[in-house]
């Protein structure tokens, strides 16, 4: 998260323009939450799923630790070959939207399986990110 909030200072210093502020917050985002996740789920197994309070070290998780490396392969594609703003845009709202949903399914199995504090987390922290991308966002779609 840290990271990110170096993207949206970077963002205002460096964005000129609207769609130039939300590029930079997009790929920022994106390849800072995505691809420290998957390297962390990738290289640091063990340590992950005792930090997320979840035991079971499934196909699942590995499944969801190669979405997050795929979303940041092609984030990063995507910036190197610049494809500019809608590319951006599109790349980001696949991961908000999947953040959204596993925010969802966190409050819901805290709420009626196993509570753990990422349980309470994951819903707030989405939210911000909802709250920051909308910042940026707004602007550039005028």
Same mark, same amino acid.
């Given at each position: 998260?840290?990271?990110? =909030?170096?993207?949206?200072?970077?963002?205002? +210093?460096?964005?000129? &323009?609207?769609?130039?502020?939300?590029? /930079?917050?997009?790929?920022?985002?994106?390849?800072? +939450?995505? =691809?420290?996740?998957?390297?962390?789920?990738?290289?640091?197994?063990?340590?992950?799923?005792?930090?997320?309070?979840? =035991?079971?070290?499934?196909?699942?998780?590995?499944?969801?630790?190669?979405?997050?490396?795929?979303?940041?392969?092609?984030?990063?594609?995507?910036?190197?070959?610049?494809?500019?703003?809608?590319?951006?845009?599109?790349?980001?709202?696949? +991961?908000?939207?999947?953040?959204?949903?596993?925010? /969802?399914?966190?409050?819901?199995?805290?709420?009626?399986? &196993?509570?753990?504090?990422?349980?309470?987390?994951?819903?707030?922290?989405?939210?911000?990110?909802?709250?920051?991308?909308?910042?940026?966002?707004?602007?550039?779609?005028?």
């Amino acid at each position: 998260m840290v990271w990110c =909030g170096f993207g949206n200072i970077f963002c205002i +210093l460096l964005g000129h &323009k609207s769609t130039t502020q939300f590029s /930079i917050f997009a790929i920022f985002t994106v390849v800072f +939450l995505a =691809g420290v996740t998957a390297i962390e789920g990738i290289f640091f197994t063990e340590g992950a799923t005792l930090v997320s309070g979840y =035991g079971d070290n499934g196909g699942y998780r590995r499944q969801s630790r190669m979405y997050f490396l795929a979303i940041n392969v092609v984030m990063l594609i995507a910036w190197l070959m610049n494809w500019g703003f809608y590319s951006y845009l599109a790349i980001y709202m696949v +991961l908000l939207v999947f953040f959204t949903f596993s925010a /969802i399914n966190h409050l819901y199995t805290g709420l009626k399986e &196993k509570f753990v504090m990422n349980t309470l987390l994951r819903p707030i922290r989405t939210i911000f990110l909802w709250v920051i991308t909308l910042y940026f966002l707004l602007p550039a779609l005028k």
